[in-house]
Nanobody
Framework: QVQLVESGGGLVQPGGSLRLSCAAS????????MGWYRQAPGKQREAVAV???????NYAHSVKGRFTVWRDNAKNTVYLQMRNLKSDDTAVYYC??????????WGQGIQVTVSS
């Protein structure tokens, strides 16, 4: 069982920045593929950024060039740096982990609100 705890969300003005963190339990974090997803009110959950166990990254088109995902395996943590935030980025952001068996785990989610 993997537990994921997100932190770093909040309220930010358009054009601002936030950094999300996701701390994972377990001793084999380095083998997990990790991802950030988000769900806005009335919309389906969508993938924002993913990083594989090997460090390869992929981003949703809407955030490419503004968001950066990276991982620190020594700290069992994955990060999402968000820059030039827009109102459309407002959502609950979820951390996701997939283990070698492709079993998925989810964090509880954290609110990010972009508003003036």
């Amino acid at each position: 069982q993997v537990q994921l705890v997100e932190s770093g969300g909040g309220l930010v003005q358009p054009g601002g920045s936030l950094r999300l963190s996701c701390a994972a339990s377990g001793s084999i974090f380095s083998t997990y593929d990790m991802g950030w997803y988000r769900q806005a009110p009335g919309k389906q959950r969508e993938a924002v950024a993913v990083i594989t166990s090997g460090g390869a990254t992929n981003y949703a088109h809407s955030v490419k060039g503004r968001f950066t995902v990276w991982r620190d395996n020594a700290k069992n943590t994955v990060y999402l740096q968000m820059r030039n935030l827009k109102s459309d980025d407002t959502a609950v952001y979820y951390c996701n982990a997939a283990d070698l068996r492709r079993q998925e785990y989810w964090g509880q989610g954290i609110q990010v609100t972009v508003s003036s």
